[in-house]
Nanobody
Framework: QVQLYESGGGSVQAGGSLRLACAAS????????IGWYRQAPGKEREFLAS????????NYADSVKGRFSISRDNSENMIYLQMIDLKPEDTGIYYC????????????????WGQGTQVTVSS
């Protein structure tokens, strides 16, 4: 079955950097988009960034443009989220999600989700 496993979370000070990784397995992801999401304490899960598996086309939420960068390694079935200049408001659980491009909506709950990795940014 499809599995997504996030790693790379941790605790950093404001201004620091982290690189999250998402290991995807269980099927071919051709025709899929992989996205990163964040759920801050007491808030709903929000879209951060996505990348299409085949062409590597990226999309970012305005809140992270210029600070976060999504990339993929198709040969390893890995998706990465490089985060720089982290702020306390970036604290939360970070998830990756795989969803088919047909009818794709980054704000939808549709798709395969990982279990998340915790990121804590202290001031």
């Amino acid at each position: 079955q499809v599995q997504l496993y996030e790693s790379g979370g941790g605790s950093v000070q404001a201004g620091g950097s982290l690189r999250l990784a998402c290991a995807a397995s269980g099927r071919s992801f051709s025709g899929y988009a992989i996205g990163w999401y964040r759920q801050a304490p007491g808030k709903e899960r929000e879209f951060l960034a996505s990348i299409t598996w085949n062409r590597g086309r990226t999309n970012y939420a305005d809140s992270v443009k210029g600070r976060f960068s999504i990339s993929r390694d198709n040969s390893e079935n890995m998706i990465y989220l490089q985060m720089i200049d982290l702020k306390p408001e970036d604290t939360g659980i970070y998830y990756c999600k795989a969803d088919v491009l047909s009818g794709y909506n980054p704000n939808s709950e549709r798709g395969y989700w990982g279990q998340g990795t915790q990121v804590t940014v202290s001031s």
